[in-house]
């Protein structure tokens, strides 16, 4: 579907099958990219994405930026007996700076922690080899 100038232009996908289904999305026009609005693999209220008494905008926010990076990357991975709706949009003017935010306190678990340190080269181990005795000769009967 081709729509205008407003970025109104839809993309579908299905998947009828029973193991999922990893597609390439077209690129969208320049200054504009690909926005989920409905997938239905998801469980409501995230199946479509719709601020509404259901999904706040907080939700929806959240939600959108799950799927983002795979879309801008130009792959989705639609599930199995389930579809997709992408919505081309207009670009935003916007840094992909972080907002700023501050962190008042903040604990580390023990095995973040150990995996932060660097690891001290260890030391080889000698190879111990395996103790061979001869094969013993069985005496013979003399009859």
């Not at 099958?17 to 995230?46: C, F, N, Q």
């Not at 905008?57 to 709706?85: F, H, M, R, W």
């Not at 260890?122 to 069985?138: D, H, S, Y």
Request: hydrophobic share 30%; aromatic share 6%.
């Amino acid at each position: 579907v081709t729509g205008d100038a407003e970025a109104d232009d839809l993309y579908i996908a299905f998947n009828a099958g029973h193991s999922p289904l990893m597609i390439e999305v077209p690129a969208p026009e320049s200054g504009s990219r690909w926005e989920m609005t409905a997938d239905t693999s998801k469980p409501a209220p995230y199946d479509f994405l719709d601020c509404d008494e259901m999904l706040g905008a907080e939700d929806l926010k959240t939600a959108k930026q799950q799927s983002q990076t795979c879309l801008d990357n130009g792959y989705y991975t639609v599930a199995p007996y389930s579809c997709i709706i992408l919505t081309r949009v207009v670009k935003e003017a916007s840094s992909d700076e972080l907002d700023d935010f501050s962190i008042s306190s903040f604990t580390i678990s023990r095995p973040a922690e150990r995996a932060s340190k660097p690891n001290k080269p260890k030391k080889p181990r000698k190879a111990k080899a395996p103790k061979i005795e001869p094969p013993q000769k069985e005496e013979e009967d003399e009859t």
